[in-house]
Nanobody, 121 residues
Framework: QVQLMESGGGLVQPGGSLRLSCAAS????????GTWYRQAPGKQREWVASIVSGGASNYADSVKGRFAISRDTAKNTVYLQMSGLKAEDTAVYSC???????????????WGQGTQVTVSS
């Protein structure tokens, strides 16, 4: 069984920073990709950033230059460092990880429960 636990959300003032964590636990051989999404009240879920096994990353235009996705393979954790936060970044942030549970096993996508980020003065 694999579980994802997100943390790091909270209330921050405009211009501030937060670091979100998405930690996987359980039977894990490798994490092939990690993705962060967000959903603001009354809006559809939005893709924020992704990182693949080789380390390459991609970002939505709305966060490019302000957010940075990274990973710690030893800790089975993907991070989202957010800086220069704006009110429009307020949302529930969720992560998904593509995980292999064994050598040669197929990839499966697992989801976290979400963490609230509120940017307000």
């Amino acid at each position: 069984q694999v579980q994802l636990m997100e943390s790091g959300g909270g209330l921050v003032q405009p211009g501030g920073s937060l670091r979100l964590s998405c930690a996987a636990s359980g039977s894990i051989f490798s994490i092939n990709a990690g993705t962060w999404y967000r959903q603001a009240p009354g809006k559809q879920r939005e893709w924020v950033a992704s990182i693949v096994s080789g380390g390459a990353s991609n970002y939505a235009d709305s966060v490019k230059g302000r957010f940075a996705i990274s990973r710690d393979t030893a800790k089975n954790t993907v991070y989202l460092q957010m800086s220069g936060l704006k009110a429009e970044d307020t949302a529930v942030y969720s992560c998904s990880l593509d995980i292999r549970k064994s050598v040669g096993g197929r990839k499966q996508t697992y989801w976290g429960q979400g963490t609230q980020v509120t940017v307000s003065s």
